[in-house]
């Protein structure tokens, strides 16, 4: 059975730097073709597309958010870490990781972690 | 910040059939790729529910189903349930700057 947890701090003051952990079961990180994604979602909001790793270490951005965010994989330890840089309040939002599956101009989330919702305050 | 629009909300009794809209734009449906679709209960995690346009993964009942055409997408449920009652999103590739996974704005299903 596929599994995928989210893990961190639940609340961050504005300026800091949001750590997320990501452990998965189940599957790989050395899989070709599978990679974990990170997504958001602000409370009452829509899904927002952060960033993905796959096996190869290739590795994609939210064009938007690029400058604030890295994500980097521990193949032993089944984990895949997000940062978030100079956190603000509107970063308030549920973070998921997900599992996907890719291929030329195909991008499929597959299953979901449970989220975990990070506050942005003082 | 969603590339793909979704109608805000779609209402139907029991037993009836609702249609949620996903249109996007020449980098991404128009252009031929794939929509997939993800139901969100309340409180909980998106799931999948419909991929490649048209696919169940197993375990979704038949009720729900995709179509693609041009640079729109739909998401039919016949039969409405009470347990229907969720959030929708619609999601594609886009080759743009904007890629490459990009959501619709979401739909709420209200069961009345």
């Known amino acids: 059975q596929v599994t995928l947890k989210e893990s961190g701090p639940v609340l961050v003051k504005p300026t800091e730097t949001l750590t997320l952990t990501c452990t998965v079961s189940?599957?790989?990180?050395?899989?070709?073709?599978?990679?974990v994604s990170w997504i958001r979602q602000p409370p009452g909001k829509a899904l927002e597309w952060l960033a993905h790793i796959f096996s190869n270490d290739e590795k994609s951005y939210s064009t938007s958010l690029k400058s604030r965010l890295t994500i980097s994989k521990d193949t032993s330890k089944s984990q895949v870490v997000l940062t978030m840089t100079n956190m603000d309040p509107v970063d308030t939002a549920t973070y998921y990781c997900a599992r996907i599956q890719t291929s030329s101009g195909y991008y499929l989330i597959i299953s979901w972690g449970q989220g975990t919702l990070v506050t942005v305050s003082s | 910040q969603s590339v793909l629009t979704q109608p805000p909300s779609v209402s139907g009794a029991p037993g009836q059939r609702v249609t949620i809209s996903c249109t996007g734009s020449s980098s991404n449906i128009g252009a031929g790729y794939d929509v997939h679709w993800y139901q969100q209960l309340p409180g909980t995690a998106p799931k999948l529910l419909i991929y490649g346009n048209s696919n169940r993964p197993s375990g979704v009942p038949d009720r729900f189903s995709g179509s693609k055409s041009g640079t729109s997408a739909s998401l039919a449920i016949t039969g409405l349930q009470a347990e229907d009652e969720a959030d929708y999103y619609c999601?594609?590739?886009?080759?743009?700057?904007?890629?490459?996974?990009?959501f619709g704005t979401g739909t709420k299903v209200t069961v009345l």
């Open positions: 189940g599957f790989s990180l050395s899989n070709a073709r599978m990679g």
């Open positions: 999601q594609s590739y886009d080759s743009s700057l904007s890629g490459p996974c990009v």
